[in-house]
């Protein structure tokens, strides 16, 4: 089954096809982020307009990079939450007239789940029950997930995104935007024991986390330093970040890799790209035995591959929409 893929709910336009939930046959993709960096962070307005420009010779793309033409798409799946809502809209409407001119099935896909589904891409044997760590510039969340489409939230951040953290301290430090990749790029030979930086915990909800003070605490140290007119040390305490937020992410994770017994450990989103959080986990897990899923590098951001292959698993449990399918800004994984 040939699936026509769309994603558009933050700063990427990207289109792909992809078999039988497996097998991509094209991923393109337009990246906005240049737009962006001239003003420090995704503006949600330039966003939709890139969306607008970007899409319909995307998807032009997406079909000449695989071979195919309109008529082998078998059906059509779009990324339709959660994410920047006027972002979302565009690829949620371009997908719906695509389906109805080409009169095939509509699949709308939640976004996290389409990260989740990235790891399929990347790991032919990978199949649920796994627990999987989400960390996106969105959204940060442990996932419980029992099958292809049956799946819950066990822990999530209250604030921030660790991937938000990463582009707040990111620009606070003047890196550039988005910032988790300079970052970490800065930290390699930093000591990470330089700067002391808080670990938060939410009373009562141990697999729950919180950013927002970690952010904080990077701010303050920069104005206590400006004061004293004194420079902090790049690489250290872009190493001392990286431990922290992984000092946060790993134990959670690791906890609900015990309760849930899978011995399955999935990681998906873009900071999942960081070389920290990497090598804590894989660390940890071969210490415990515990197989673990990385995706590539080039699959950790948004695509449209990952939609493609959630798709065809929404698809096989009858998930489908039809015109009146509407974005959301925010919703809940286990709606799917
Ligand atoms: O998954 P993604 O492409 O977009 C969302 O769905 O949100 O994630 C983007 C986030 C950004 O915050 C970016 O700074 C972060 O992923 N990121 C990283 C790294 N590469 C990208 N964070 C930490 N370390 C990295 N190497």
Same mark, same amino acid.
């Given at each position: 089954?040939?699936?026509?893929?769309?994603?558009?709910?933050?700063?990427?336009?990207?289109?792909?096809?992809?078999?039988?939930?497996?097998?991509?046959?094209?991923?393109?993709?337009?990246?906005?982020?240049?737009?962006?960096?001239?003003?420090?962070?995704?503006?949600?307005?330039?966003?939709?307009?890139?969306?607008?420009?970007?899409?319909?010779?995307?998807?032009?793309?997406?079909?000449?990079?695989?071979?195919?033409?309109?008529?082998?798409?078998?059906?059509?799946?779009?990324?339709?939450?959660?994410?920047?809502?006027?972002?979302?809209?565009?690829?949620?409407?371009?997908?719906?007239?695509?389906?109805?001119?080409?009169?095939?099935?509509?699949?709308?896909?939640?976004?996290?789940?389409?990260?989740?589904?990235?790891?399929?891409?990347?790991?032919?044997?990978?199949?649920?029950?796994?627990?999987?760590?989400?960390?996106?510039?969105?959204?940060?969340?442990?996932?419980?997930?029992?099958?292809?489409?049956?799946?819950?939230?066990?822990? #999530?951040?209250?604030?921030?995104?660790?991937?938000? *953290?990463? =582009?707040?301290? $990111?620009? !606070?430090?003047?890196? +550039? &935007?988005?910032?988790?990749?300079?970052?970490?790029?800065?930290?390699?030979?930093?000591?990470?024991?330089?700067?002391?930086?808080?670990?938060?915990?939410?009373?009562?909800?141990?697999?729950?986390?919180?950013?927002?003070?970690?952010?904080?605490?990077?701010?303050?140290?920069?104005?206590?330093?400006?004061?004293?007119?004194?420079?902090?040390?790049?690489?250290?305490?872009?190493?001392?970040?990286?431990?922290?937020?992984?000092?946060?992410?790993?134990?959670?994770?690791?906890?609900?890799?015990?309760?849930?017994?899978?011995?399955?450990?999935?990681?998906?989103?873009?900071?999942?790209?960081?070389?920290?959080?990497?090598?804590?986990?894989?660390?940890?897990?071969?210490?415990?035995?515990? #197989?673990?899923?990385?995706?590539?590098?080039?699959? *950790?951001? =948004?695509?449209? $591959?990952? !939609?493609?292959?959630? +798709? &065809?698993?929404?698809?096989?449990?009858?998930?489908?929409?039809?015109?009146?399918?509407?974005?959301?800004?925010?919703?809940?994984?286990?709606?799917?």
């Amino acid at each position: 089954m040939n699936i026509l893929a769309f994603e558009s709910t933050c700063d990427e336009t990207a289109v792909a096809l992809v078999r039988d939930g497996r097998t991509v046959l094209s991923d393109a993709i337009a990246s906005q982020v240049d737009m962006h960096t001239l003003y420090g962070g995704v503006v949600p307005e330039i966003a939709s307009r890139k969306h607008v420009e970007a899409i319909a010779g995307l998807a032009d793309r997406a079909l000449a990079d695989a071979g195919l033409t309109r008529a082998d798409v078998d059906a059509v799946a779009v990324s339709y939450a959660p994410g920047l809502i006027g972002a979302v809209l565009v690829g949620v409407n371009f997908a719906k007239s695509v389906a109805l001119a080409l009169g095939v099935p509509l699949i709308p896909v939640h976004h996290i789940r389409g990260h989740i589904a990235a790891n399929y891409i990347a790991h032919p044997d990978l199949e649920p029950p796994f627990v999987c760590l989400c960390v996106s510039g969105g959204n940060t969340l442990i996932a419980d997930v029992r099958s292809y489409t049956d799946m819950t939230v066990m822990g #999530a951040t209250r604030d921030d995104a660790a991937g938000e *953290c990463f =582009d707040k301290a $990111a620009r !606070v430090l003047g890196i +550039g &935007y988005p910032g988790g990749a300079p970052m970490d790029r800065l930290a390699q030979g930093g000591d990470d024991t330089m700067y002391e930086l808080p670990r938060s915990h939410v009373e009562g909800h141990p697999l729950d986390m919180s950013f927002s003070g970690l952010k904080t605490a990077v701010l303050n140290l920069l104005h206590n330093a400006q004061q004293k007119g004194e420079d902090l040390n790049g690489p250290g305490l872009a190493a001392s970040f990286q431990r922290a937020v992984s000092d946060i992410l790993v134990p959670r994770v690791m906890e609900a890799v015990r309760q849930k017994g899978y011995g399955k450990l999935a990681v998906a989103g873009g900071v999942g790209a960081n070389s920290r959080i990497r090598s804590d986990l894989e660390k940890v897990c071969k210490e415990q035995g515990i #197989a673990l899923y990385l995706p590539p590098l080039s699959l *950790c951001g =948004d695509n449209g $591959a990952m !939609v493609g292959s959630q +798709g &065809y698993y929404e698809y096989l449990a009858g998930h489908t929409a039809d015109s009146a399918l509407n974005a959301y800004a925010n919703r809940d994984l286990g709606l799917g």
